[in-house]
T-cell receptor, first 114, second 110 residues
Framework: EAGVAQSPRYKIIEKRQSVAFWCNPISGHATLYWYQQILGQGPKLLIQFQNNGVVDDSQLPKDRFSAERLKGVDSTLKIQPAKLEDSAVYLC????????????FGPGTRLTVT | RKEVEQDPGPFNVPEGATVAFNCTYSNSASQSFFWYRQDCRKEPKLLMSVYSSGNEDGRFTAQLNRASQYISLLIRDSKLSDSATYLCVVNNNAGNMLTFGGGTRLMVKP
């Protein structure tokens, strides 16, 4: 079974530039999550989708971050404009149902903002 | 106060040692609990769920103390391959969201 796919794996941008990350969850998983993991910290949930609807985006900095999952399958997370403190690994995860303990994570995108 | 707190470590132990990690959570309404493992520069993966009655999986034992709001993970007979960061995870059910602790780093030495 194919796992969660993410691209790109690495990205380096200057502050104030924009960047987009892509995620393709495990086939059949209705729930998709985007997490931000800053070095030395645990993953922090940014947004959770159930099919193509947003379940929770309370921790998403909406002035600069946006995410969509238009067809209920793959998803895009965008940052515009980026700040230095956005440097982190952005992890996408999926699960069959919301709130289950077993979430399957992709390899992440490592973002460096200079 | 953080929702889920862990000692970041690192815990440096020799092979064969027994090591225990604790984790505390602040939301008394939390319903389910998990331990994830994250290798260096890799994604987190579910290690085990934590049940009220405690549970064991080989060398790993997880326990929950609801009264004191803490979760523990015990690793017996540590192997070099156990070196990783162990993340304590709590589901508050109300929001169907998982909240991750900051992780505890374990280094097992020969």
């Amino acid at each position: 079974e194919a796992g969660v796919a993410q691209s790109p794996r690495y990205k380096i941008i200057e502050k104030r530039q924009s960047v987009a990350f892509w995620c393709n969850p495990i086939s059949g998983h209705a729930t998709l999550y985007w997490y931000q993991q800053i070095l030395g910290q645990g993953p922090k949930l940014l947004i959770q989708f159930q099919n193509n609807g947003v379940v929770d985006d309370s921790q998403l900095p909406k002035d600069r971050f946006s995410a969509e999952r238009l067809k209920g399958v793959d998803s895009t997370l965008k940052i515009q404009p980026a700040k230095l403190e956005d440097s982190a690994v952005y992890l996408c995860a999926s699960s069959l149902f919301p709130g289950v303990g077993e979430q399957y994570f992709g390899p992440g995108t490592r973002l460096t903002v200079t | 106060r953080k929702e889920v707190e862990q000692d970041p470590g690192p815990f440096n132990v020799p092979e064969g040692a027994t090591v225990a990690f604790n984790c505390t959570y602040s939301n008394s309404a939390s319903q389910s609990f998990f331990w994830y493992r994250q290798d260096c520069r890799k994604e987190p993966k579910l290690l085990m769920s934590v049940y009220s009655s405690g549970n064991e999986d080989g060398r790993f034992t997880a326990q929950l103390n609801r009264a004191s709001q803490y979760i523990s993970l015990l690793i017996r007979d540590s192997k070099l391959s156990d070196s990783a960061t162990y993340l304590c995870v709590v589901n508050n059910n109300a929001g169907n969201m998982l909240t991750f602790g900051g992780g505890t780093r374990l280094m097992v030495k020969p």
